[in-house]
């Protein structure tokens, strides 16, 4: 099984996994371009148990909308009525072409936050993100399914 397929497999089955099996999977995913990233996507976790997740749970986090290279809502969350929001205390983003461990590839780049977000692709409809915050020790990694 391919490092597509069984991320794949992994996302579909709701299962945990930690960041030491996610991440040399990652390595062997191929780049996107910053259009590919365009539109809406729901976001989930490889484990809720990751320190860096529990903010992201805590606000009820559903994913992120890239409407242009320059207007990217990261942190998009669901209200207590189900309804979007995009939560913006952390800052707005851009979509640049970047270089993570010798790949570039489309990354999310925080406006007011040191923390770049690189996406590599499963499928046309399925990425793998890998949020880099300067300061903090370890990768988080994190899924995203297209919305639309």
């Known amino acids: 099984m391919n490092a597509e397929q069984r991320l794949a497999k992994i ?15 990652f390595a062997r995913l191929q780049p996107v371009t910053c259009d590919f990233m365009l ?13 860096l997740a529990g903010m992201l749970l805590g606000m009820n986090w559903y ?21 979007l ?10 979509l640049r072409e970047v270089s993570f461990r010798g790949t570039v590839s489309a ?9 770049i977000d690189h996406f590599r692709r499963v499928t046309d409809d399925l990425v793998v993100g890998a949020m880099d ?3 903090q020790p370890d990768i988080l990694y994190f899924h995203l399914t297209r919305t639309h």
């Open 11 to 25: 996302v579909g089955s709701g299962q945990e996994c930690s960041r030491d099996e996610v991440d040399p999977l």
């Open 39 to 51: 539109g809406t996507w729901r976001g989930g976790l490889f484990n809720d148990h990751d320190a």
């Open 63 to 83: 994913g992120k909308r890239f409407t242009g290279p320059d207007h990217v809502e990261p942190l998009l969350c669901r209200s207590a009525d189900g309804s």
């Open 85 to 94: 929001y995009s939560y913006e205390k952390l800052g707005l983003a851009r």
């Open 107 to 115: 990354a999310m780049i925080y406006d007011q936050r040191p923390i």
């Open 133 to 135: 915050a300067k300061g």
